[in-house]
């Protein structure tokens, strides 16, 4: 009886470690603003591919949501997704964890008047500035006193021509596009200012903390075996890992 007993009792310990043992996650609900070849609507983009790279041989499939960028980070904090896409590293505070591998690079520049000198990062503080909404670039760049955030890229050229401000600030895929609508293209200039890593910014929770702890074991791996270059090859983009 008490061999009985004992087989019981272990039985029930067995059972209560195993209900303690969170599974691990069978999918990743990432969101992000769309952005053009990076992270496409469709499921298409360099980030996407990265991603499916990072996640999928887990077992993890990737849910996407297309949303704009500041309603991501919002998801995030309120765990209703378990990262979002294209963060600067330690862009939000508030309900957000950081892995310590970043899986692209935004080349950040400027786009002005070719009337007006071309800015570097030592006199980009003398200018007015303008950036979309949630960016935070003044986190990054030096010294900016004059800055104003923007709800619709369509509106930067009419800014610019009407002297409402100097330059627009985005990466320079977001630049080339805004130039792209111009009628008269020579009238401005793009300048690169710098590049910043780009980071999933995952929620700070026990799920989000997982997650991330897998991206960065296996971004290791894959930037180790050199395994993500030709998806940087596929869509004419410079590898960030050298």
Same mark, same amino acid.
């Given at each position: 009886?008490?061999?009985? #007993? ?28 769309? #952005?053009? +070849? ?10 996407? +591919? ?18 704009? =960028? ?7 904090? !309120? ?8 963060? =600067? ?11 310590? #591998? ?44 004059? =800055? ?6 369509? +509106? ?7 002297? !409402? ?78």
């Amino acid at each position: 009886m008490a061999r009985c #007993w004992l087989a019981i009792l272990l039985g029930l310990l067995g059972c209560s470690c195993a209900l303690a043992e969170p599974a691990a996650p069978r999918e990743i609900r990432l969101a992000s603003e769309a #952005w053009q +070849d990076h992270t496409n609507a469709d499921g298409s983009g360099l980030a996407w +591919d990265i991603l499916r790279q990072v996640f999928e041989p887990e077992g993890i499939e990737l849910v996407i949501h297309s949303v704009p =960028y500041t309603r991501s980070i919002g998801l995030v904090q !309120r765990g209703e997704a378990d990262a979002w896409v294209g963060s =600067y590293r330690n862009e939000v505070d508030a309900g957000v964890f950081y892995p310590r #591998w970043h899986y692209d690079v935004d080349q950040i520049s400027a786009l002005g008047l070719i009337t007006l000198p071309a800015p570097n990062l030592a006199t980009l503080g003398e200018f007015r500035l303008v950036w979309m909404r949630g960016y935070e670039y003044q986190r990054y760049l030096p010294n900016l006193t004059r =800055y104003r955030e923007v709800q619709r890229q369509s +509106d930067i050229l009419n800014m610019l021509n009407l002297d !409402r401000t100097d330059f627009y600030i985005d990466a320079r895929t977001e630049v080339d596009e805004a130039l792209e609508t111009a009628s008269d293209p020579a009238r401005y200039r793009i300048t690169d200012l710098t590049r910043l890593p780009l980071y999933l910014g995952f929620a700070d929770n026990p799920r989000g903390r997982a997650l991330a702890q897998l991206y960065d074991r296996r971004m290791a791996h894959l930037v180790e075996q050199g395994s993500l270059r030709p998806l940087f090859e596929r869509w004419q983009q410079p590898y960030p890992f050298d």
